[in-house]
């Protein structure tokens, strides 16, 4: 069955350095997503991404965050200067249509220190 | 804002019972709706979804029904295993819009 990989699994990084956490999406999908889970919280949405640009993004998605296809199959989620509170399960999701076959990866779990 | 929201946080049951669990939505604008599984460390894991122009929808072993009315959609796990312990979400998306709404999840522990 088709995957939504991410990777690292975990990503451990200093206040106030960049990650760049990353994902391959379904081969077919043609909407890409992040989305984050802080601990013992609910899932929420970060951004959507369609025909290599932003469709949607959350209040939670400021300026510290980007996001990027760079080639055919990446998709990254950049955060620029990582606070404590950014600290959190990171989940990549694709989806062929708006809604159909939304599928989530396993998750980058980053860690600010 | 937030659309969707569970009534209980655990639901304890033990196992070769059926589980239900809950889940109340407040946007009426809301037409697709999906339960979720996450298991501990992994991803939400897709289980079935629904369309606002149908009430019941089956899969193995799980039915989700939709109650438009009230605004309320459940979950029902027949026969639960070992294997359905875990942290299921409702979420849902209005027409034309592509952002999955969440809500808080609710724990199902099954008892052997």
């Known amino acids: 069955e088709p995957e939504v990989t991410q990777t690292p699994s975990h990503q451990v990084t200093q206040m106030g350095q960049e990650v760049i956490l990353r994902c391959v999406p379904i081969s077919n999908h043609l909407y890409f997503y992040w989305y984050r889970q802080i601990l013992g919280q609910k899932v929420e949405f970060l951004v959507s991404f369609y025909n290599n640009e932003i469709s949607e993004k959350s209040e939670i998605f400021d300026d510290q965050f980007s996001v990027e296809r760079p080639d055919g199959s990446n998709f990254t989620l950049k955060i620029r200067s990582t606070k404590l509170e950014d600290s959190a399960m990171y989940f990549c999701?694709?989806?062929?249509?708006?809604?159909?076959?939304?599928?989530f990866g396993s998750g980058t779990r980053l860690t600010v220190v | 804002g937030e659309s969707v929201g569970l009534h209980l946080p655990t639901l304890s049951v033990q196992e070769g019972d059926n589980s239900i669990i809950n889940c109340a939505y407040s946007n009426s604008a809301s037409d697709y709706f999906i339960w979720y599984k996450q298991e501990s460390g992994k991803g939400p894991q897709f289980i079935i979804d629904i369309r606002s122009n149908m009430d019941k929808r089956q899969g193995q072993r799980v039915t989700v029904l939709l109650n438009k009315t009230v605004k309320h959609l459940s979950l029902q796990i027949a026969a639960t295993q070992p294997g359905d312990s875990a942290v299921y979400f409702c979420a849902d998306l209005s027409y034309g819009n592509n952002r999955l709404a969440f809500g808080k999840g609710n724990q199902v522990v099954v008892i052997p």
């Open positions: 999701a694709s989806s062929v249509g708006t809604a159909k076959g939304y599928t």
